[in-house]
């Protein structure tokens, strides 16, 4: 400054001065304003305004300006001080940086406040202040030197430096070439000082920018646009008048030249502008260069295998920690979308990967867009630098054009990805649809509903529920596909159910969009709820997935119903096969399976059993008095009786036609049986109004039980059906309960008495027939009727079995009118349909009971008129025992009957006690001859002399004789030589069925018995 001189001060370059100066004013503040680190803006602040203070003041010192001599020696101090303190900041601060700068501020801030004492005071020591100034100024210089050094000697600080190393070589350089260098070798600067010192603003301003650019996200990124605006101006202005001069020099006018190059500028400016821009970039923007021309992505296919790549390639341009790929979908109802992770690489922070250590917060990450589709879009995740801090405009422009670059093929890869699940939900549809056509039952059909729809909504779990009246909703069946939910969870979708919807067929998702839920309709009051959810997926349930639920619902909805109906229509098969279709009660198979039942559990338990058998005494007068439908009337109120007089747990039963049956079980179920048997009786004693009428039916009720074992149901029902009939028995409108003394008689008897009462109701009696011939020639002269008994279950049952138990049980009169008419009616139709039958008769056996009953009168005369046949074709056979019982009323009876036109014969006649004053006065027409005495003959002289007499006598009285159980041909011999008019047995033909005999009426066989006999 002393040396100065102000010829050396031209008016432009005061003018420079003082704009540099207004320059570090605005540099200065806007650092002070934008910087995060408050440090570095105070010293940058401190820095210009020293710089703009030494400009100002310097022209005032050059004047001769004591004062401004002064504030510019300060000023220059406080500059090399800040300058140094800056280096010790930045890029990033050294060890004890803030220290060091206080002490050189402080050192600095001395000296200036010592120099202008000593000029004042101590004229000695100016020289030594001054001195002092220069060395503070130059170890300040010196250590900015020095650190500036070593931040470029560090690649990590070298590119964060290169602004500034870069505006300090454009500040310098000019000047250095066109004004220094000149001047050293002692020749003319061929540009002006005040032009050469112009470019030495870019130094404050690059030193600023490498400051703000770490504080002014985009900086870097406006810079460039900058930077390319102004060298694609330059450019173009260099190609226009470089094609100008050229055209010219080639003799075209200056304003056709000039258009030409407008037109030349134009076709190659966009391709220079672009080499420009990549030369640029490749030399200032490396990682907008790289990522424009290196390869992308390879060959990567698939979205994760893209976002893979993406990430990979997105660390190998960028130094950051981590990168992600993620796609948000925001169809979801919940209050933030669903996210899913295409790739990464590096150690992901934990609210991205719940499994990592790293506790990182979302705001340091750096978040580009790649695609945006129609209800999401696909992200592009950076974490910090590898220095902590975050990636700057030019790293985050590059990492926007890498997505860019790979936004097509992810817009492919969506759109091949949704063509894919789109097609394999499809396929699953094509599924669903085989299985719930094989499925048969609703247990199938949700079933497969519930594989399908878990595997189809890409769900962790599936359940099936249904909401009952009370607006409760619990599982069905226990059906689930993983764990099932809460109970709320279920009425949550149920209350969320779009109003606008069927009331059974909707389709819901719960606020957190974590579960879904379909209505599917089989028919009930309420449909059933299908709950699926994603429990571990973290994407969650959208339009897309509600869409898909009601596609499936409309598949299954028709399964289910058909399903529902096949299964109603089984269960009411299985009603009527189990329950009796009038009544509704259980039936005969039912009823026995319960039996067994109550039998196992009474076998565990130690509990007795009960069965009760009624049968109402009084209901075939009803049926036939009333009609049929007066019946079955009756027979629904008597089963609204019996339940209205037994417990709940009592099981009743109709076995068919007016037969009820009752099951009780308990401790004491015996003794609970006999008061049911009494209230039964009493309710039923109660007139029933039928068809308007007023009817009277009691019962009869047979009761069998206790603590002893039976072997199985049917015992106890055949032990309640012989108590029911020994109630009969003794009177009607009884009970009786059942004692071992009871089965006296073979079990097989017991049995037999119980179904001979059902016989003729199911139609199981036939009537054989056995032929009678003339002992003389072999002829057929008569058939006698013989009953025969065809058992469901045992078959074809003798007579000698059940006829003398019809005898006990009084069957045999409705038995033998059965046989009489039967036989009747059949020996009619022969006699129409054979030639020469007219002459055949039938004989009929009466019982004692039958000979007893006043209608047999009726019956016979009956019988003769229904069928037609001539009464002497009709021959009636008493057994010699029966007539002499009540001989007086005997004789009655018999000419009664006689009087109709029939015969009468007496059978087994020899084995009686026969008074011969009575058998004269009997009516009678053949005497038969026992077998007894027939299968002597040849063996005894005493049966041949028995037989001999007994034709004797029935030739005096006028009597024919016919001889029984002729079995040899010895024994027909015979008794063709002792006078017998006809025989029967097997020697000539065993008892015959009607169709057999029709076959011998035919003719075919009659010779061949003749010539066999």
Not at 259 to 275: G, R
Not at 710 to 734: F, H, M, Q
Not at 884 to 909: C, H, R, W, Y
Request: charged residues 20%; proline residues 4%.
């Amino acid at each position: 400054m002393r040396t100065a001189r102000v010829a050396d001060a031209s008016m432009s370059m005061l003018g420079l001065l003082t704009a540099g100066a207004a320059l570090f004013s605005i540099l200065g503040a806007l650092v002070y304003r934008w910087s995060a680190d408050q440090a570095l803006g105070r010293l940058f602040i401190l820095l210009s305004g020293s710089f703009a203070t030494t400009l100002v003041a310097a022209p005032a010192a050059v004047l001769g300006g004591a004062w401004a001599s002064y504030l510019a020696t300060t000023a220059a101090l406080l500059a090399a001080a800040a300058l140094s303190g800056l280096f010790l900041h930045f890029p990033r601060r050294v060890r004890h940086a803030s220290t060091i700068t206080r002490a050189v501020i402080a050192g600095a801030i001395c000296l200036a406040l010592a120099t202008p004492g000593a000029d004042v005071f101590a004229h000695g020591s100016a020289s030594f202040v001054d001195t002092a100034s220069w060395v503070s100024a130059m170890l300040n210089g010196i250590g900015a030197v020095v650190l500036i050094g070593m931040r470029v000697a560090r690649d990590a600080d070298r590119r964060l430096m290169f602004p500034l190393l870069f505006g300090t070589a454009i500040g310098i350089g000019p000047a250095l070439v066109f004004n220094a260098l000149p001047r050293l070798f002692g020749l003319e600067p061929p540009l002006p000082s005040e032009v050469t010192v112009m470019p030495v603003a870019a130094i404050p301003m690059s030193f600023a920018y490498s400051i703000l650019r770490h504080q002014v996200f985009g900086l870097d990124v406006h810079m460039r646009r900058v930077v390319l605006r102004i060298s694609g101006a330059l450019i173009a202005v260099a190609m226009f008048f470089a094609a100008w001069l050229a055209l010219q020099s080639l003799g075209v006018p200056a304003t056709g030249a000039a258009l030409l190059s407008v037109v030349l500028t134009s076709l190659a400016l966009p391709h220079v502008a672009a080499w420009t821009r990549d030369r640029l970039d490749q030399w200032l923007y490396r990682p907008l260069y790289l990522s424009r021309t290196s390869s992308t992505l390879g060959h990567a296919e698939g979205l994760e295998n893209l976002g893979g790549a993406l990430t990979q390639r997105t660390r190998e341009l960028l130094p950051i920690q981590w990168a992600a790929c993620v796609v948000l979908d925001d169809t979801t109802p919940a209050n933030s979308a669903s996210r899913r992770l295409l790739g990464a690489d590096g150690q992901l922070p934990l609210w991205l990967d719940s499994g990592s250590p790293l506790d990182q917060s979302p705001t340091e990450v750096t978040v580009t867009p790649i695609h945006h589709f129609d209800t999401g879009v696909v992200l592009l995740l950076a974490g910090p630098r590898l220095d902590g801090d975050h990636l700057d405009g030019i790293q985050t422009e590059a990492m926007r054009g890498l997505a860019q670059a790979v936004a097509p093929r992810f817009e492919a890869g969506l759109l091949r990805e949704r063509a894919e699940d789109e097609a394999r939900f499809r396929q699953g549809l094509t599924d669903l649809a085989r299985d719930l056509a094989a499925a048969a039952a609703v247990k199938d059909v949700l079933r497969s509903f519930l594989t399908h729809a878990a595997r189809l909504l890409d769900a962790d779990s599936a359940s099936l529920w249904r909401q009952g009246p009370d607006g409760e909703v619990a599982l069905v069946d226990k059906e689930t596909f993983g764990a099932a939910p809460g109970a709320e969870v279920v009425r949550a979708l149920v209350e969320r159910r779009p109003a606008h919807d069927y009331e059974h067929d909707w389709v819901a998702i719960t606020t957190d969009g974590a579960s879904l839920g379909i209505a599917l309709d089989d028919g009930a009051d309420e449909p059933i709820v299908c709950v699926v959810r994603r429990i571990f997926d973290p994407s969650r349930f959208g339009t897309l997935e509600e869409g898909r639920a009601r596609e499936l619902a409309e598949h299954t909805t028709g399964a289910l119903r058909r399903a529902a109906e096949r299964e109603n229509l089984e269960e009411q098969l299985r009603h009527r096969a189990f329950y009796d279709s009038l009544t509704g009660l259980p039936n005969r198979a039912l009823f026995l399976d319960r039996i067994g039942h109550a039998i196992a559990r009474g076998e565990r338990n130690g509990q007795e059993l009960a069965v009760l058998f009624i049968d109402l005494d009084r209901f075939k007068v009803v049926n036939d008095s009333l009609g049929h439908s007066a019946g079955d009337e009756l027979l629904v109120q008597v089963g609204h009786r019996l339940r209205s007089c037994l417990r709940e747990s009592d099981t009743i039963a109709r076995l068919g036609g007016d037969e009820f049956t009752v099951l009780l079980e308990g401790q004491s179920a015996t003794a609970d049986a006999t008061h049911a048997a009494a209230r039964i009786l009493s309710t039923l004693r109660e007139p029933f109004i039928v068809e308007g009428q007023e009817t009277y039916a009691s019962a009869s009720i047979g009761i069998s039980g206790g603590s002893a074992v039976r072997e199985s149901g049917r015992d106890l029902l055949r032990e309640a059906d012989i108590a029911l009939y020994r109630a009969k028995a003794s009177g009607r409108g009884r009970y009786t309960v059942f004692e071992p003394r009871m089965s006296h008689l073979p079990a097989e008897h017991l049995h037999l008495e119980s179904d001979l009462h059902r016989a003729i109701e199911r139609n199981e009696l036939r009537v054989h027939y056995q032929p009678i011939f003339a002992l003389n020639d072999g002829r057929v002269t008569g058939l006698e009727a013989l009953v025969r008994w065809e058992h469901p279950e045992k078959g074809l049952i003798a007579p000698g079995h059940f006829i003398p138990l019809a005898e006990d049980t009084g069957l045999i009169v409705p038995i033998g009118t059965w046989v009489l008419e039967e036989a009747c009616r059949q020996m009619r139709a022969w006699q129409e349909q054979f030639d020469g039958a007219e002459d055949l008769f039938v004989s009929v056996n009466l019982s004692a009971r039958q000979l007893q009953d006043p209608d047999l009168l009726e019956d016979v005369e009956r019988a003769v008129r229904t069928s037609g046949i001539d009464p002497a074709r009709l021959q009636l056979e008493i057994t010699e025992s029966v007539v002499m019982q009540e001989p007086e009323a005997t004789v009655f009876k018999l000419n009664a009957l006689k009087s109709l036109g029939i015969k009468l014969a007496v059978d087994d006649f020899g084995t009686g006690y026969s008074s011969l004053a009575y058998l004269k006065r009997f009516p009678i027409d053949v005497l038969k001859i026992d077998r007894a005495f027939v299968s002597g003959l040849g063996l005894d002289e005493h049966d041949s002399a028995i037989v001999k007499t007994v034709v004797g006598l029935a030739r005096a009285l006028g009597l024919h004789t016919t001889a029984e159980g002729i079995e040899e041909r010895s024994q027909w011999t015979r008794l063709q030589q002792l006078g017998c008019d006809q025989g029967q047995g097997y020697v000539f033909s065993r008892p015959l069925r009607p169709e057999a005999v029709e076959a011998l009426l035919g003719g075919s066989q009659a010779p061949r018995l003749a010539q066999a006999a």
